[in-house]
């Protein structure tokens, strides 16, 4: 179903016109590298400030209110040029590895993160100013800082679609 | 002048071992990648309180106390990481706008961000001003923005 989906999508007159210009997937490709840059460096310094590994001195919710504008903007951007990747080569990323691994570990990050501010959030006022925060955060914190990671190195290995499992191979998506 | 250098480095072993392996050089640019994400936040964190936004319950000068580890053993992991990346292709490299393009910014870059902010952080607040700081903030965010795009582009259009 999932593999009509994508056929269907590429069939579509401006998924070919994005796929055939000059340097529309270029322009697209470059804007999500620097708006990686962007949101991976601030929620990078808001995971390591609840693990404890930095801006220890300063309060939980004054670097989530310091860094956060900012870091919604370049995950705006890097929502759009992503979802504008996939949708002007839909049959490029389906049948990818990496393309896969990489979505489900945003999946992680984005429970994960619902997860802390559904509940260990709620009682921030308690641990505000604490240079460590409690375990549940810090947990928190590292979980989001691996899953960013390999959300990176799954990003960059989408271009190396042939370095893969052989029983992914073996799935014959790309025929 | 410098393409006899660019050609001694695409002939060296190193080069050839980075080219010919399979693993090595994804591994080499996921840490790469991973190290652009911290040095950009690590640039961004200071230049957004020099704009008078992110962490301004903090000095300029403490902020950039606290930040300057990551920012510079990010950039020395950058220098590691990119070496390889460079020597391995080095020719196309040399060939390439946008790689000198990415050398340029990264000069001025650095001399913005390890020299002129840390300049402006170690005076008083207010010392510059309102509107310096500001300039200053924007410029290293343009500077490190065009490295990224230049870095990018390398690849793409080159």
Not at chain 1, 40 to 61: E, P
Not at chain 2, 57 to 68: A, G, H, M, N, Y
Request: proline letters at 4%.
């Amino acid at each position: 179903m999932l593999r009509e989906l994508f056929e269907w999508v590429e069939a579509f007159p401006s998924s070919l016109s994005l796929r055939e210009s000059l340097n529309g997937y270029v322009y697209c490709l470059t804007a999500h590298v620097a708006s990686m840059g962007l949101v991976a460096g601030l929620i990078g310094f808001w995971d390591m400030r609840l693990a404890g590994l930095a801006l220890r001195g300063i309060r939980v919710t004054k670097v989530q209110s310091g860094l956060f504008p900012l870091m919604f903007v370049g995950l705006g951007i890097n929502a759009i040029t992503g979802i504008l990747m996939v949708y002007a080569q839909p049959m490029r990323y389906y049948p990818n590895f990496w393309f896969w691994m990489k979505m489900g570990m945003l999946v992680v990050v984005a429970v994960n993160a619902a997860y802390f501010h559904m509940n260990i959030e709620k009682s921030v006022d308690k641990w505000d100013s604490d240079p460590i925060a409690p375990l549940q955060a810090r947990v928190a914190g590292y979980v989001s800082l691996a899953f960013w990671f390999g959300i990176i190195a799954t990003g960059r290995m989408v271009a190396y679609s042939g370095l893969v499992p052989q029983w992914w191979l073996d799935l014959g998506l790309g025929s | 002048m410098l393409q006899p250098f660019f050609e001694w480095m695409q002939g060296l072993r190193f080069s050839a071992f980075f080219l010919e392996s399979v693993w090595p050089t994804p591994i080499v640019q996921v840490i790469h990648l991973s190290t652009v994400a911290l040095f950009i936040g690590s640039v961004l964190v200071v230049d957004l309180r020099l704009l008078g936004r992110g962490l301004i319950d903090q000095s300029i000068s403490e902020l950039t106390r606290k930040v300057q580890p990551f920012l510079l053993w990010s950039f020395v992991v950058l220098v590691l990481t990119g070496i390889p990346q460079m020597s391995s292709t080095a020719l196309k490299q040399y060939y390439s706008p946008f790689f000198w393009w990415k050398m340029g910014m990264v000069f001025f870059g650095l001399i913005v961000t390890f020299g002129v902010r840390r300049y402006i952080a170690s005076k008083e607040e207010g010392y510059f001003g309102l509107v310096w700081p500001k300039v200053i903030g924007l410029t290293s965010i343009a500077l490190w923005t065009s490295v990224t795009i230049g870095a990018r582009l390398i690849g793409l259009l080159s």
